[in-house]
């Protein structure tokens, strides 16, 4: 499966046919390359397969075509901004009527206790605050926690991701083999780090307590930020008693516990949090809760929040650093209600994750048939496969990736149909995909690895 020979000419060929498939996106993608850095307006879009950006048309559901007419099963789902699905009716209905009444006044609509509820519902966290995107909830609470702490510094897991938050961009020093010296150090690719990461941000193994414990031990970190799996380098699941430990440790060291739950709310829907019976002092959501809207929420025990109430309400919180303009904007409020009035429901996940788990058995069973050392991983309505057997944390998870192979069977699948999660082998499944789709991707996934193991 090494035969990098191979992955080069199945590749090659793949480029043909995605050039062949997509001479609009082709122009488009010439005249965009005039006005937009790297031709994109958001630089991950270079991340896709294929030579050049494909351009979207429209998106419905579990379906997305291109502006050349192709369409797809769309398994990406917007990275999860879209776990619902894309363009539900209800959503644009209520878009669409907030709109033409006013969208953003810096005053509260009705709506924003609705919302509030709801999550308080949810997740069990008693009180709640908008943010406009999940990086955005994740820097505040950062803020909230060494406000409250008086303790500088943050930890995280070793290869997380919360989005563009400085402090998080942070891993243990690779070249020393799975960090194994501790030495905190810029993640690779991270752009002009505003300080040395190692001022900021403590990192530990994922599954790892005593490396936690030691660390925490110090006494100058403020909170621990982590998804309750890692969703970011593969998935990489708790081991059994790893989250109580989890609590217990932050505990006894006074650091807040924030769950980052972006991700892992294809647990369920009140994400991991609620699925796995866990009890952080905070709760980060955002992504697909306003389908598709950018918004995020973040929410707070009641101690912290009885103990927030004083310096939240002073003169100076305008310019605290929490919050922003448009935070909490009327839009988003009603993107949020309709959204979660309808979607992310037991109901829904109940028909999203035996997809889930019909891809991830689809999966296995052409790793089983070729004899294959790789795993396929799930979590909820999320399932992702990897080139190596279950890491452990996210040094071994990061270790195993193959950018070559990923690449080859991204473009192979989105040249057969099928759109997979750039940077990611992950597949996520709303209630409006179906049986046929999951069979499709069984389909054209074997018939790549078929294609990667013949003659060899
Ligand atoms: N938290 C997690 C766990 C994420 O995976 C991401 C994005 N992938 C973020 C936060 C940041 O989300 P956004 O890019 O929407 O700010």
Redesign the pocket.
């Known amino acids: 499966m090494t035969d990098r020979t191979r992955i080069a000419s199945l590749r090659a060929q793949e480029e043909e046919l995605f050039a062949e498939l997509h001479p609009r996106s082709a122009e488009l993608a010439e005249q965009a390359r005039g006005p937009l850095l790297a031709g994109v307006p958001m630089p991950w879009m270079t991340r896709w397969p294929g030579r050049f950006p494909l351009f979207f048309e429209s998106a419905s559901g579990a379906r997305l075509t291109d502006v050349d007419g192709v369409e797809y099963v769309d398994l990406c789902l917007g ?3 879209a776990m619902t699905g894309h363009a539900l009716p209800q959503v644009t209905e209520a878009l669409t009527a907030r709109a033409s009444r006013g969208i953003t006044t810096m005053l509260p609509s009705a709506d924003a206790i609705w919302v509030g509820e709801e999550l308080a519902r949810r997740f069990g966290l008693p009180s709640w605050q908008l943010a406009m ?6 820097r505040f609470v950062l803020r909230f926690a060494r406000h409250l702490t008086g303790r500088p510094r943050i930890a995280v897991m070793d290869w ?6 400085d402090e998080t961009l942070a891993v243990l020093d690779p070249s020393t083999g799975s960090g194994q010296a501790g030495r905190v150090v810029p993640r690779p690719g991270a752009l002009g780090p505003q300080v040395d990461v190692a001022e900021t941000t403590a990192v530990v193994p994922f599954n790892d307590l005593d490396a936690l414990d030691r660390r925490l031990a110090v006494g100058d970190v403020a909170c621990l930020l982590m ?1 309750p799996a890692l ?2 380098i593969g998935i990489v699941l708790p081991e059994p008693g790893y989250l109580e430990g989890v609590r217990e440790v932050t505990r006894r060291h006074g650091v807040l516990l924030v769950n ?5 709310l294809c647990a369920g829907p009140g994400g991991a949090t609620v699925a796995w019976g866990l009890d952080p002092d905070m709760v ?1 959501v ?2 697909p809760i306003g389908g598709g809207i ?1 918004c ?1 929420a973040y929410g707070l025990s009641a101690e912290l929040a009885e103990r927030l109430s004083g310096p939240m309400l002073g003169h100076e919180i305008d310019v605290a650093g929490v919050g922003g303009t448009l935070t909490g904007n009327a839009l988003a409020l009603a993107a949020i209600r309709a959204t979660l009035s309808t979607c992310l429901r037991e109901e829904d996940f109940a028909v999203a994750v035996p997809l889930a788990e019909g891809f991830a058995a689809g999966v296995a069973g052409v790793i089983a048939d070729h004899g294959l050392p790789w795993h396929v991983q799930r979590l909820g309505c999320r399932a992702e496969y990897w080139f190596c057997p279950p890491p452990r944390d996210g040094a071994a998870a990061a270790a195993a990736v193959d950018e070559e192979l990923e690449g080859l069977l991204h473009l192979w699948c989105l040249n057969r149909g099928v759109l997979l999660t750039p940077f990611h082998n992950m597949a996520l499944f709303s209630p409006h995909h179906t049986v046929a789709d999951v069979d499709r991707h069984t389909e054209v996934f074997g018939q790549a690895v078929a294609a990667l193991t013949s003659g060899t």
């Open positions: 990275d999860t901004g995107s999940a990086t955005d909830a994740n997380c991701y919360h989005g563009t938050v998804e969703t970011n980052d739950e972006t991700h892992t980060v955002g992504k950018p995020a």
